[in-house]
């Protein structure tokens, strides 16, 4: 005879309640999920109706409206139709490097001159606590010279969409000349996005600060960038953003360079110390919907979730009957048959609770299905 959990069963075995219940979730399961599937393939002609509702996440408010967005706290990202978590918007929450540790991980540097020009590469074994830099040319009536140094910071698990980063540094780029020959900066990148810069040009100038805070608030289609003024945060440039994926928004790049390229007297230089950079961590979300179906009072439903959850991460549900003004029940397990016998009205509505225990790795979910099985 088989035992319980068997369901490879015959004449005279006995079905166990748990043996109907995987059943009813297999067969639940392959019905959220075909509906899932076809509003991916055509959600215009899908209706959420009778005991199949499902949706995909084309946009955030999904491709048949059902996403609460004023309720979702998860956070929705275009360029890969899927919502994730959010992060806690904390400043200084994580360090990404403060260059304590004697090793520079995840950092590489570079540089490039021309005649006259010099750089001392971004390093740290000199510079105890911080990544120094430093880069001059000059020029006379027979010489010139260019110098460019970048250090970078790339890390395929760091994704710093909805994110917010801090990087504390100093800067200074200076320079003169007699005539128009003088250019020198100091530049914060995403990818090879600029943020971030203080430079100088024609016959020359000075930009320098001490301890300068730059806090950029990252979504996936723009960054905000504030400078700390000492009296608080203020808004100093508003950048387009939305040409990155997540293949290529792991990697933040300082540059600094000084140029005398004309035969004219002249000199530049600039420096960069980066102090700290810190980065946010993810915190729990959730993506919430209006009413998904509402024609038949569920005795048991089950949900599927199209998504990716990786290890340390997780996504549950709770389901309403009222159109989620409240959730009657809570923290149920996607694809598996949930009870919802106590439920007296059919206005069916579901978060998804996103969450890790891992603060830099997120679950993604890009759409579900849920089925009535009523069995």
Do not use: C
């Not at 090793?103 to 010099?118: F, I, L, R």
């Not at 943020?195 to 300068?212: D, K, M, N, V």
């Not at 000084?258 to 600039?270: F, Q």
């Not at 978060?351 to 979910?365: E, I, R, W």
């Amino acid at each position: 005879m088989a035992s319980e959990g068997d369901l490879n069963k015959v004449d005279g075995d006995i079905l166990y309640a748990a043996d109907i219940s995987e059943l009813i979730s297999r067969v639940g399961t392959n019905d959220a999920q075909s509906a899932y599937e076809q509003v991916k393939a055509d959600s215009t002609n899908w209706t959420n109706t009778d005991y199949l509702g499902a949706d995909i996440f084309s946009d955030s408010n999904g491709a048949k409206n059902t996403i609460d967005t004023g309720s979702s706290t998860a956070l929705y990202i275009s360029t890969d139709d899927t919502y994730q978590l959010a992060s806690t918007g904390t400043e200084e929450e994580t360090v990404l490097d403060n260059f304590n540790d004697g090793t520079v991980t995840n950092w590489s540097v570079s540089n490039a001159t021309t005649g006259t020009g010099s750089v001392t590469d971004f390093n740290e074994t000199s510079y105890s606590g911080y990544l120094y830099g430093y880069a001059a040319s000059s020029s006379s009536s027979s010489s010139t010279g260019t110098a460019n140094m970048t250090a970078e910071y790339s890390d395929t698990d760091l994704d710093v969409f909805g994110k917010t980063v801090v990087i504390e540094l100093d800067y200074n780029v200076t320079g003169s000349s007699s005539y128009l020959i003088i250019g020198g900066g100091a530049i914060i990148y995403i990818n090879n996005i600029q943020l971030f810069g203080r430079t100088i040009s024609g016959y020359g100038g000075t930009q320098t600060a001490t301890g300068a805070k730059v806090k950029i608030v990252f979504s996936n289609i723009q960054a905000l960038v504030y400078l700390d003024t000492g009296a608080g945060y203020v808004l100093d440039a508003t950048v387009d953003i939305s040409s990155l994926t997540r293949a290529n928004a792991h990697k933040i790049k300082f540059h600094g360079y000084a140029n005398s390229a004309t035969a004219h007297p002249g000199s530049a230089s600039t420096s960069m110390k980066i102090n700290n950079v810190w980065i946010d961590n993810y915190s729990s979300s959730a993506v919430e919907t209006n009413t998904i179906i509402n024609e038949i009072v569920p005795k048991s439903i089950v949900v599927y979730g199209k998504a990716d959850i990786p290890a340390d991460t997780s996504i549950i549900v709770d389901v309403s009957d009222d159109g989620g003004s409240t959730f009657a029940l809570t923290g149920k397990s996607l694809n598996t048959a949930i009870d919802t016998s106590t439920f007296t009205t059919g206005d069916l509505a579901i978060k998804f609770n996103l969450a890790t225990t891992d603060t830099s790795v997120t679950p993604k979910l890009y759409g579900y299905g849920v089925a009535i099985t009523n069995t």
